[in-house]
């Protein structure tokens, strides 16, 4: 399954599968990204994150790609696990000045089907 | 448990009363963070602090938030007065801030409720 970034705020996935998930980011001035994983209560919990001078980087089951021409970034996730639903968001900061502040999407709610 | 933790978990105060909120960092990381973040949306960057120094606030912090690290360790959020609008969940994270390390880290939230 794939989102189609933040208009489709719903990702449902059966279990096993593969996850796609999309953000559009907006400050071409940003060049440091990171995907947190939410669950309902929790607080974010960092999945990987990735710099602009890269554009594709791999975790433990997730993959994250950036495409800075068209400011869009991806998170993949493999083989899809009833653990993995959550609340996905997408980040952005840049390294020059602001302290690495982040700048969250609004998120794209996983649900795993058995 | 090593991670960033917040104190207390939740907290149910009237309208024009005082809070205060607690963040313990992970250990050695000199950059703190706050964070507010209402139901359904990301995360909103409120202030931060490399060490002691509060570098940066954004125009969310009104006058009636302050936030304060003393000893660049732990960190207190205070809201005077507080309206119904302040409710919210508040987090916490920090970073090391050096050595080409950047990623924050989270702590589990105040969830702040103003009646």
């Known amino acids: 399954g794939e989102s189609v970034g933040l208009h489709l705020p719903t990702l449902s996935v059966q279990e096993g599968d593969n996850s796609i998930i999309n953000c559009a980011y907006s400050?071409?001035?940003?060049?440091?990204f990171i995907w947190y994983k939410q669950e309902s209560g929790k607080g974010p919990q960092f999945i990987i994150d990735i710099r602009s001078n890269m554009d594709k980087r791999q975790g433990q089951r997730v993959t994250v790609l950036l495409n800075k021409t068209v400011k869009h970034l991806s998170l993949q996730i493999a083989a899809t696990q009833p653990g993995d639903s959550a609340v996905y968001f997408c980040a952005e900061s840049g390294f020059t000045g602001g302290g690495n502040k982040l700048t969250f999407g609004t998120g794209t709610q996983l649900k795993v089907e058995l | 448990d090593t991670g960033v933790s917040q104190d207390p978990r939740h907290k149910i105060t009237k309208r024009g009363q005082n809070v205060t909120f607690r963040c313990d960092p992970i250990s050695e990381h000199n950059r703190l963070y706050w964070y507010r973040q209402t139901l359904g949306q990301g995360p909103e960057f409120l202030t931060y602090f490399q060490n002691e120094a509060q570098l940066e606030k954004s125009r969310l912090l009104s006058d009636r938030f302050s936030a304060e690290r003393p000893k660049g360790s732990f960190s207190t959020l205070e809201i005077q007065r507080t309206e119904q609008g302040d409710s919210a969940m508040y987090l916490c994270a920090s970073s090391p801030g050096t050595g080409g390390s950047y990623e924050q880290y989270f702590g589990p939230g105040t969830r702040l409720t103003v009646t």
């Open positions: 400050n071409s001035a940003s060049d440091y």
